[in-house]
């Protein structure tokens, strides 16, 4: 399916979270040009029993395999589900891409810091830097109990100050840091710091499996990417393409991994 040749289909989401104010539509604006483009997949629990998360990571890995100039992909939580043993395991599954990517610890993945270090060889909390031009920032928002946490915000606020520089962060939590989902937690403090850094472009979360829209938090946008695996959530699973044109525009849309077509899209 060609990018402009899209489809805009209703997020089909639970009784609960249709209630909320999620923004499932908006304008969406291909850039001319994109210089980067990166996929969010969340939620995959490889392990998960009486599921069948080979085939779904299977599937997953196919999509992305399809798109065209991929720079990299996210992994933002949930990458196992509970069981440390198969930790190493998605790895190897995840070492098939074609493409370089990047882990993101959620509350099922019940391994030590010092374990997630060493299997994946960067920290639970990370950052990096694209082209010179994009930051990103990975956050933990759980240990190895499993409990939703507030992130680090010395962490945080350490790793936007370093990006003041840059044009454009995104930055990637596995559990939303506001209570607005069911499965959120409320942490003010960080919200309060990330709307107070005019380049931060976008917060994507994961942990909601029936979540997969945007919602907006001291104009920031907050987008959610529903799930690729695991017993339950959105009856399309799927994941987020995020792209950025020379120009500085930004697009987002999420696509159904089974078929590629676009569920729904944000000019950012």
Known sequence: ??????IKKATLLTSMTSLMPFLNYGKMDFP????LKFIVASDGHFGQPNTDFQGSHAMLIDAIHK???VDFVIFNGDLIHDEPKWMSEVKKVYDTLRVPYYPVKGNHDRISELDWEKIWEIPADYSFVVQDKYGFVLANSSNE???YLCVDIDFLQ???DSFRSLPIVFIAIHISQNDWTRHGVSCQHILDLVASYPNVRAVFHGHDHDVDGIMLNQKKPYLW????GGSWGSPLPGYR?????EDGKVITYL??????????????
């Open 158 to 160: 350490n790793k936007l």
């Open 241 to 245: 393409v995020c792209e950025v044109g």
């Open 1 to 6: 399916m060609k990018r402009r040749q899209f």
């Open 32 to 35: 001319d040009n994109s210089k």
């Open 145 to 147: 109990a499993g409990d």
């Open 255 to 268: 696509k159904s991994m089974k078929d590629g077509m676009i569920l729904s899209g944000h000019t950012l």
């Open 225 to 228: 990417s529903g799930h690729f």
């Open 67 to 69: 798109e065209e100039n």
